[in-house]
């Protein structure tokens, strides 16, 4: 007997992460890496993180830390993040917010909870890996979702229900998006928002980079500008989800959701049935370190990150030949390239990686895998001296191929 026959029909759909494998790269220290979406460990505020592990296992406090609790979160920092997204403009209450394994579990149990098979999920040209990683088990119909867009929503609507399903969420990254980094306007935002309410969908914003702004003005978040037309929170069809990971320390996995309460209550259902809690000891360690430093922190942050996005950006400016266009981010951890039409991408990989220089093949990050002649830089954990030797590297790589 072989086990695998006996597999689900989704398990076919459920695909090796092109990021995950090219992560393995980073064990190798003479390829220098643009492939990772990760932070500097540098970087982590390992005193605070220290400390706070000290206080959570004393005396007083590990019969807490070590124990069961709530699928909610740990009460401290649901209050932390709603102080945190009153500063963004959301109005909520604890009530609103549950705490989850990293926002990559919020999008599985979104997926989990919204999408029966042949439904349709709006997402970006292209979108976030893991997010298709996280929707694909639930057999989804993937449609574009664009804010220049000249389709009405009755032809989105009608498409979803000749497909079999219907239009159930827009996902979409609106800060410093991954892969692209590019940043919707506000013009931009209201009119997914209108979208969204004519399709009578849900809309799923993924705030992972939000923090990161290095330059320009900083824009609402959807939620936001929704609470200010319905002025509730338990009105609005936003589903906001903000992460630690990116800010204070991926490797405790601490993320959360705000959402209108029966949004949130379903969702606890989903996570009790799932993995019971989040952490406890990780959520208070989150908690006490969001509490002392992460202001101070994610301003340190921003001075790093921010130097070294402008380093690709003038090292891509003197190294790549004519025909490559690139995006020009206010901040996250992304820049987006496009290479000339017939050029693939993960072709290209295999003569850069001959080259000692790494990325990620732009074509796995859309829903039918077109457009392989993009590629995905990261520039949040190199400092500006590799960088600057990388893109050269990558340069020449590309201008052999042309």
Same mark, same amino acid.
């Given at each position: 007997?072989?086990?695998?026959?006996?597999?689900?029909?989704?398990a076919?759909?459920?695909k090796?992460?092109?990021?995950?494998?090219?992560?393995?790269?980073?064990?190798?220290?003479?390829?220098?890496?643009?492939?990772?979406?990760?932070?500097?460990?540098?970087?982590?505020?390992?005193?605070?993180?220290?400390?706070?592990?000290?206080?959570?296992?004393?005396?007083?406090?590990?019969?807490?830390?070590?124990?069961?609790?709530?699928?909610?979160?740990?009460?401290?920092?649901?209050?932390?993040?709603?102080q945190?997204m009153?500063?963004?403009?959301?109005?909520?209450?604890?009530?609103?917010?549950?705490?989850?394994?990293?926002?990559?579990?919020?999008?599985?149990?979104l997926?989990?909870?919204?999408?029966?098979?042949?439904?349709?999920?709006?997402?970006?040209?292209p979108?976030?890996?893991?997010?298709?990683?996280?929707?694909?088990?639930?057999?989804?119909?993937?449609?574009?979702?664009?804010?220049?867009?000249?389709?009405?929503?009755?032809?989105?609507?009608?498409?979803? *229900?000749?497909? /079999?399903? %219907?239009?159930?969420?827009?996902?979409? +990254?609106? &800060?410093?998006?991954? $892969?692209t980094g590019?940043?919707?306007?506000?013009?931009?935002?209201?009119?997914?928002?209108?979208?969204?309410?004519?399709m009578?969908?849900?809309?799923?914003?993924?705030?992972?980079?939000?923090?990161?702004?290095?330059?320009g003005?900083?824009?609402?978040?959807?939620?936001?500008?929704?609470?200010?037309?319905?002025?509730?929170?338990?009105?609005?069809?936003?589903?906001?989800?903000?992460?630690f990971?990116?800010?204070?320390?991926?490797?405790?996995?601490?993320?959360?959701?705000?959402a209108?309460?029966?949004?949130?209550?379903?969702?606890?259902?989903?996570?009790?049935?799932?993995?019971?809690?989040?952490?406890?000891?990780?959520?208070?360690?989150?908690?006490?370190?969001?509490?002392?430093?992460?202001?101070?922190?994610?301003?340190?942050?921003? *001075?790093?990150? /921010?130097? %070294?996005?402008q380093?690709?950006?003038? +090292?891509? &400016?003197?190294?790549? $030949?004519?025909?490559?266009s690139?995006?020009?981010?206010?901040?996250?951890?992304?820049?987006?390239?496009t290479?000339?039409?017939?050029?693939d991408?993960?072709?290209?990989?295999?003569?850069?990686?001959?080259?000692?220089?790494a990325?990620?093949?732009g074509?796995?990050?859309?829903?039918?895998?077109?457009?392989?002649?993009?590629?995905r830089?990261?520039?949040?954990?190199?400092?500006a001296?590799?960088?600057?030797e990388?893109?050269?590297?990558?340069?020449?790589?590309?201008?052999?191929?042309?």
């Open positions: 007997m072989r086990l695998p026959q006996l597999f689900a029909h989704r076919e759909r459920m090796a992460s092109e990021i995950r494998e090219l992560l393995k790269l980073l064990d190798q220290p003479d390829i220098i890496s643009f492939a990772g979406g990760i932070p500097d460990p540098a970087y982590f505020p390992r005193q605070a993180f220290a400390d706070a592990m000290v206080t959570a296992t004393s005396e007083q406090a590990a019969s807490v830390a070590l124990q069961y609790s709530t699928s909610e979160g740990y009460t401290p920092l649901r209050d932390w993040i709603v945190h009153a500063t963004l403009g959301v109005r909520c209450t604890r009530d609103n917010v549950l705490i989850t394994a990293g926002s990559q579990q919020a999008l599985d149990y997926g989990k909870l919204f999408i029966d098979k042949d439904d349709t999920a709006l997402v970006g040209w979108t976030y890996l893991g997010a298709l990683g996280a929707f694909n088990a639930y057999e989804p119909r993937y449609d574009r979702l664009d804010p220049a867009d000249n389709r009405s929503p009755e032809d989105i609507v009608a498409d979803a *229900e000749a497909a /079999g399903g %219907r239009v159930k969420f827009a996902y979409l +990254s609106p &800060d410093f998006a991954n $892969p590019v940043t919707l306007s506000v013009e931009e935002r209201r009119g997914i928002l209108s979208r969204a309410k004519a009578d969908c849900a809309i799923i914003e993924d705030a992972a980079y939000q923090s990161l702004r290095y330059t003005q900083s824009v609402p978040p959807i939620l936001a500008l929704e609470m200010q037309e319905t002025g509730d929170i338990d009105a609005c069809r936003t589903i906001y989800l903000g992460s990971s990116k800010t204070l320390a991926p490797g405790l996995r601490v993320g959360w959701a705000v209108a309460k029966p949004v949130i209550s379903q969702l606890v259902l989903t996570k009790q049935a799932a993995d019971l809690q989040t952490a406890t000891i990780n959520q208070i360690a989150v908690a006490e370190v969001a509490r002392s430093v992460f202001d101070s922190h994610v301003e340190t942050l921003r *001075e790093v990150y /921010g130097a %070294r996005l380093a690709m950006l003038k +090292s891509l &400016d003197a190294h790549m $030949p004519d025909g490559i690139w995006t020009k981010p206010e901040g996250g951890m992304f820049v987006w390239v290479l000339p039409k017939g050029m991408g993960a072709e290209l990989l295999k003569s850069a990686l001959e080259a000692r220089v990325f990620v093949p074509g796995a990050f859309y829903a039918d895998g077109s457009n392989a002649n993009t590629l830089l990261n520039f949040s954990m190199s400092p001296a590799k960088i600057e990388g893109i050269a590297r990558l340069g020449e790589v590309i201008k052999g191929a042309l």
